[in-house]
C-alpha cells in the first residue's frame, strides 16, 4: 500500500519561504520518479518539480531559480523548498510517485502520476 502524505503548508507573505515534505512509504523510494504539481482554485493542475532515482531534476518555468526539489533517502522523505514566494504560488501543493523512465523529461505530466497524497495548502498574501 503506498501511502503520500504531505505536510509544512501555511500562509506567508510574499517574498516569504517554505518548505513542504512528502512522507513516502509503503513504496520502492530509490527506484521511482517524485514530483510536486499544485492546483490553484478554477485552474488546471501544473506540474511543479520533479526528481528521478539519479537525482536529476526539472522545474516549471514559473518557478525555476526560486523552488528546489530534493529527497532524503534514508527518510524515504521529499522535500520541496519554496523561496521568494509570490501571491500566484498559492494553491494546493500535492506530492506524486511513478515509476517512468526519463520523467525529469516533462514536468508537466507530474500532474498524471499514479501516486499522489491529500496536498497541502499553500497561500501566499
Known amino acids: 500500500h503506498v501511502q503520500l502524505v504531505e505536510s509544512g503548508g501555511g500562509s506567508v507573505q510574499a517574498g516569504g519561504s517554505l518548505r513542504l515534505s512528502c512522507a513516502a512509504s509503503?513504496?520502492?523510494?530509490?527506484?521511482?520518479?517524485m514530483a510536486w504539481f499544485r492546483q490553484a482554485p478554477g485552474k488546471e493542475r501544473e506540474g511543479v518539480a520533479v526528481?528521478?532515482?539519479?537525482?536529476?531534476?526539472n522545474y516549471a518555468d514559473s518557478v525555476k531559480g526560486r523552488f528546489t526539489i530534493s529527497k532524503d533517502k534514508a527518510k524515504n522523505t521529499l522535500y520541496l523548498q519554496m523561496n521568494s514566494l509570490k501571491p500566484e504560488d498559492t494553491a494546493m501543493y500535492y506530492c506524486?510517485?511513478?515509476?517512468?523512465?526519463?520523467?525529469?523529461?516533462?514536468?508537466?505530466?507530474?500532474?498524471?502520476?499514479?501516486?499522489r497524497g491529500q496536498g497541502t495548502q499553500v497561500t501566499v498574501s
Open positions: 506524486a510517485a511513478d515509476q517512468l523512465i526519463g520523467c525529469v523529461v516533462a514536468v508537466s505530466a507530474t500532474p498524471g502520476f499514479i501516486y
Open positions: 509503503g513504496y520502492t523510494y530509490n527506484r521511482n520518479c
Open positions: 526528481i528521478d532515482s539519479r537525482g536529476r531534476t
